[in-house]
């Protein structure tokens, strides 16, 4: 599964983020100002993300599968997201707040905030990720989002969704 993701930096701040899907489809999604500039981050972070782990079910998986990326706020038709999907989403958060606090967690920390998230929330148990899971999924995180501050504004970073 392999699917063009590209991300819009717009000289007025905003960010569009667009999916080519394999099947020449596509979907996209803009978002204003202080929004845009949190969603690139957020955003890079899911696929960096999805595809170390190889996962099909988290938000990008889904929209390769043929959802729109207004579906996966889970209160479209197609009803509410699936747990994959929801775990994945877990992870991206805990990432991001990893990069508010600016100190990595180790695995034990990190698998214990995905536990207790799960629990308070009445989600089923996420998959431990290992040392050496954690610092793939970083390292992918700390590429896209360089990249991604070294994009001046009018320009496009490009990456692959491909697992």
Not at 11 to 28: F, H, K, L, Y
Not at 97 to 103: P, S
Not at 119 to 144: F, N, Q, V, Y
Request: proline share 4%; with cysteine; hydrophobic share 40%.
């Amino acid at each position: 599964m392999t699917m063009q993701v590209e991300f819009e930096k717009r000289a007025d701040g905003d960010t569009i983020m667009r999916c080519m899907r394999a099947d020449g489809t596509d979907t996209w999604q803009r978002h204003a100002g202080a929004r845009g500039v949190f969603f690139a981050y957020h955003d890079l972070t899911h696929l960096a993300v999805e595809r170390t782990l190889r996962r099909t079910d988290g938000i990008f998986g889904l929209i390769a599968k043929g959802w729109d990326v207004t579906e996966t706020e889970g209160s479209s038709a197609r009803g509410p997201l699936p747990p994959g999907a929801i775990e994945i989403e877990n992870l991206v958060g805990l990432f991001d707040r990893e990069r508010a606090g600016g100190v990595d967690w180790t695995a034990e920390e990190f698998n214990d905030a995905a536990l207790i998230y799960a629990d308070t929330h009445g989600h089923a148990s996420p998959t431990p990720l290992t040392t050496e899971m954690l610092e793939a999924i970083r390292t992918d995180i700390t590429a896209l989002h360089d990249a991604w501050r070294a994009t001046p504004a009018g320009n496009t970073l490009r990456a692959l969704f491909h697992v």
